[in-house]
């Protein structure tokens, strides 16, 4: 993939830490200017308190051969992302790329709480920083990208459509809030096709996330010893993996083939080629399917 978005201009929204700093880093392997964006800087610290950065993901991004520019916004400040979208007209004149990733509701379920247990409050603070957040940072980013036909919106989420839509995600507000994220990349690529702007949702699977490993007590490099805990997390793949996805679209001259649908970085893999770090293909989607949800074993044979 390097060099194969020289050139190219890319914000993801929501690249603190997760999906959104591996996705950056990628997109900065094959060269591109990216724009990074998250509340939490070495000087402030968002609601979640973790000790990731937005500075430290623009120095990733550099470092893999592209160029990372770090932007502290919070998504669901309408002037904020107006004036991120205005810095980058001044300073570049479009995007290319807009990835939009902005989540930071992981720790404030209580997922064993019903909706009418459930904070209200909270419930809905995760909604809006699901959704909402995503709604507003496309509305300003959007007219960037359709001055020149190809360009990606890409809507990050979890689980595809197609799973969504028949499996309840655990708790009502986060079901709801990743199903309706699929939902607005199908939408924005009914708007998008005349302007020759590609979207899709696109969802990784069962991800080794800081917040993952350390919720298993163990760090990439012996992740496997989760296992002892949770067999099926055999299937897990680093978050390098969704970014090479993500990279692997945004290179495609025919990326409009796609356009609208539910995609996941395993199925993505076997028709880009690219692998995880460790050089396998996971396809979680389908052993949660198959495997997991079916009852049988944990064992990835086939599935990776």
């Known amino acids: 993939m390097s ?11 929501g690249a603190t830490r997760g999906a959104g700093r591996a996705i950056a880093t990628e997109l900065g392997a094959a060269g591109a200017t990216v724009y990074v964006t998250g509340r939490s800087t070495r000087e402030q610290r968002s609601e979640m308190d973790r000790a990731e950065t937005i500075e430290e993901t623009a120095e990733l991004v550099t470092a893999a051969g592209g160029q990372g520019i770090a932007v502290q916004v919070d998504h669901l400040e309408q002037e904020q992302v107006h004036a991120l979208v205005q810095r980058i007209d ?40 699901a959704v ?46 990743k199903t309706s994220v699929n939902r607005l990349a199908f939408a924005q690529a009914k708007e998008l096709t005349s302007h020759g702007v590609t979207a899709v949702s696109l969802t990784p699977g069962w991800m080794r996330s800081e917040i993952m490993l350390e919720l298993f007590g163990v760090a990439e490099a012996n ?20 970014g090479r996805a993500v990279a ?57």
């Open 132 to 177: 909402d957040t995503h709604i507003i940072t496309s509305h300003y980013a959007l007219p960037l990208m359709i001055r020149e036909p190809g360009g990606l919106v890409v809507e990050m989420t979890d689980g595809t459509a197609q799973y969504n839509a028949t499996n309840y995600r655990v708790s009502f507000f986060y079901d709801l809030a």
């Open 3 to 13: 060099d194969t978005l020289t050139g190219k201009i890319a914000l993801v929204a």
């Open 248 to 304: 692997a679209l945004a290179a495609d001259p025919e990326v409009g083939r796609w356009n609208g649908q539910s995609l996941s970085s395993g199925q993505l893999a076997q028709i880009y080629g690219f692998t995880d770090v460790d050089g396998s293909r996971p396809d979680a989607w389908r052993y949660i399917v198959e495997v997991q949800d079916a009852g049988k074993p944990a064992d990835a044979t086939g599935y990776r």
């Open 90 to 129: 001044r300073e570049q004149g479009r995007i290319d790329v807009l990835v939009n990733n902005i989540w930071g509701g992981e720790l404030m379920f209580s997922w064993d709480q019903k909706l009418w247990e459930h904070s209200l409050d909270t419930g809905l603070r995760i909604l809006r920083l």
């Open 223 to 242: 992740w496997r010893d989760a296992l002892a805990k949770e067999p099926h997390f055999v299937i897990s793949e680093s978050p390098a993996y969704v």
